[in-house]
């Protein structure tokens, strides 16, 4: 799997947008864009994933640029709750398993 | 449809102690992951089981850590005569069965916390 990297720490007022970028330069054609985020002492929470195409669920968007090599997850209206270590991670999907590389993650702090 | 459930979710265990951990998966996912993360870092990828079979153990310690997931029951995750080192959180993941071309999210569990004092 191709490594990622975050910066190590963002702040975001609450009710604002938070933008969280990935870099993941070595990506292949085949490996997929996941996000997810780990709230203090909880097990890691999927948000969302992508090949190429921008996606969007109820908790977040994955911007993905032309040439793949970064991404954004952005969370529309941060809350207090949101505060979180984020990991972006790539994957190749189909194949064995979820042998996935969680690097540091971004520490997200959503400030009141 | 129930998580990912791991219990128990807090252990202590003395040095030289065996220390078991389990993990039930989603209903019909047959594949489970466990990681382990000491504190303030990332998690690590320890092995990946399918029903009966290690598929991939390539982040197990050679010695004292094993792991096994039944045909029937949840995975177990072992620790022999264990050391204040393996003091950790011990996380797993299941997925459904990959095949092709389908692209999946793992689940997690909540986590085991092990203290060894």
């Known amino acids: 799997d191709a490594k990622t990297t975050q910066p190590t720490s963002m702040d975001c007022a609450e009710g604002r947008a938070a933008n969280l970028p990935c870099n993941h330069s070595t990506i292949s054609g085949n490996e997929y864009v996941y996000w997810y985020r780990q709230i203090h002492s909880q097990g890691p929470q999927y948000i969302i994933h992508?090949?190429?195409n921008n996606e969007t669920n109820e908790m977040a968007s994955l911007i993905i640029t032309e040439d793949r090599k970064s991404s954004t997850l952005i969370l529309p209206h941060a809350t207090l709750r949101d505060t979180a270590v984020y990991y972006c991670i790539v994957r190749v999907a189909g194949t064995g398993g979820f042998k996935t590389i969680f690097g540091a993650g971004t520490r997200l702090f959503v400030k009141a | 449809n129930a998580g990912v459930m791991q219990n128990p979710r807090h252990l202590v265990r003395r040095r030289g102690q065996e220390a078991r951990l389990r993990c039930s998966p989603m209903k019909g996912h047959s594949h489970v992951y466990w990681y382990r993360q000491l504190p303030e870092e990332g998690l690590k990828f320890m092995v990946y089981?399918?029903?009966?079979?290690?598929?991939?153990e390539s982040g197990m310690p050679k010695e004292r850590f094993s792991a096994e997931f039944p045909k029937e029951g949840p995975s177990i995750l072992r620790i022999q005569q264990v050391v204040r080192g393996d003091s950790a959180a011990y996380f797993c993941a299941s997925s459904p069965g990959q095949g092709g071309t389908m692209n999946t999210e793992a689940f997690f569990g909540q986590g085991t916390r092990l203290t060894v004092v």
């Open positions: 089981l399918q029903k009966e079979n290690i598929i991939d």
């Open positions: 992508g090949l190429k």
